[in-house]
């Protein structure tokens, strides 16, 4: 049980600075120079976040899997795999491409360190990216405002 609460507990603060700076990450296949839209990145990245959120629920209530340490990294390492390659397909504007890169590589280092099982620094050093602009922050937050998918994350700037 006491690696469970660590899972947990590395998994919620990781991500909840990861979401934090969710207007930081990417990855270069979306396109030259970030050509998405406010409206499709912001959806992308909220489903990535809620499709996360609900993967990990279901995975905490697999009594199984709680019962397996081992097994327990290992799917959690899947699902945390999923998200990311959610994310890092996700096509940010222009002016957030810098940062939705350095986000996508954080989680990808991330990823690499809970893949191998190493869950505690996986999520250790997460708070070191930029923020983007502030006016970038409160203009996707505005767009998610108005997203279902969106709804009770914060994760650009509120």
Known sequence: MKFVRLVVGTAVVGLVA???LAACGGDSGGGPGGAGSDEAYVRAVCG???????D???LLSDPEAL???DALTEKFAGVYRTFVDSVA???PPADVREYHD???????TSLDAAEKGDLESAFAESSDLPA??????DRLQKVADGI???????????
């Open 67 to 69: 019962s397996d340490e």
């Open 132 to 137: 983007p602009p502030q006016d970038v922050q």
């Open 148 to 158: 279902e998918e969106c709804r009770d994350l914060s994760i650009f700037g509120q």
């Open 56 to 58: 990990f629920t279901k």
């Open 48 to 54: 990535a976040f809620a499709k996360f959120e609900e």
């Open 18 to 20: 990861l979401a934090a």
């Open 102 to 108: 350095a986000f996508v590589s954080q989680l990808r």
């Open 89 to 91: 397909k996700a096509r």
